[in-house]
């Protein structure tokens, strides 16, 4: 896939994201629906929503880095503890569906503006080792993917 059929994606995501949600109720959002094989509960659709804009913010701050900085350290963050503050377990998810639509209109004019230089800058994970910008592009492209099929997944475990 090239680089614009990526940035499509990347745009497009949060009006999947409105698409999937928009007719759920309260407890559609809310209820925890599929389990892991050690019984723990697999995030709620409100919980992948919220955990969406909590990363993609995150990953947006460190493609700024990358841009500004010489091979900088992003900073790793807990996201299953993310998922268990109060906010992130909510079933409004108004701001965070809001937050998306703008972060990523920003992010794909980010994309669409780099030359093929930026394309190539490095950074550092502390858990992933070092990655190039185009790379990292990729891998959240395929996250926002994952999250939706996760939601899918979650909304069919309900019936």
Do not use: C
């Not at 896939?1 to 949060?14: A, C, D, F, G, Q």
């Not at 965070?96 to 190539?120: C, I, P, V, Y």
Request: charged content about 25%; glycine content about 4%.
């Amino acid at each position: 896939m090239n680089k614009s059929e990526l940035i499509l994606k990347l745009r497009t995501l949060p009006q999947q994201i409105d698409n999937l949600t928009k007719d759920l109720s309260k407890a559609d959002l809310a209820t925890v629906y599929m389990f892991k094989d050690d019984g723990s509960p697999e995030w709620t659709v409100a919980q992948n929503v919220h955990h969406l804009a909590d990363s993609h913010m995150n990953s947006y701050i460190g493609f700024k880095m990358l841009l500004s900085e010489n091979h900088p350290t992003i900073l790793a963050y807990d996201e299953d503890a993310w998922a268990t503050h109060p906010e992130s377990k909510s079933a409004d998810i108004a701001a965070s569906l809001t937050l998306l639509q703008s972060l990523h209109e920003r992010w794909a004019m980010m994309f669409e503006n780099l030359s093929g230089d930026q394309w190539k800058r490095t950074g550092h994970h502390p858990t992933g080792g070092d990655f190039s910008l185009e790379d990292q592009f990729k891998s959240y492209v395929q996250h926002g993917e994952d999250h939706v099929d996760q939601i899918r997944r979650t909304l069919a475990a309900r019936d």
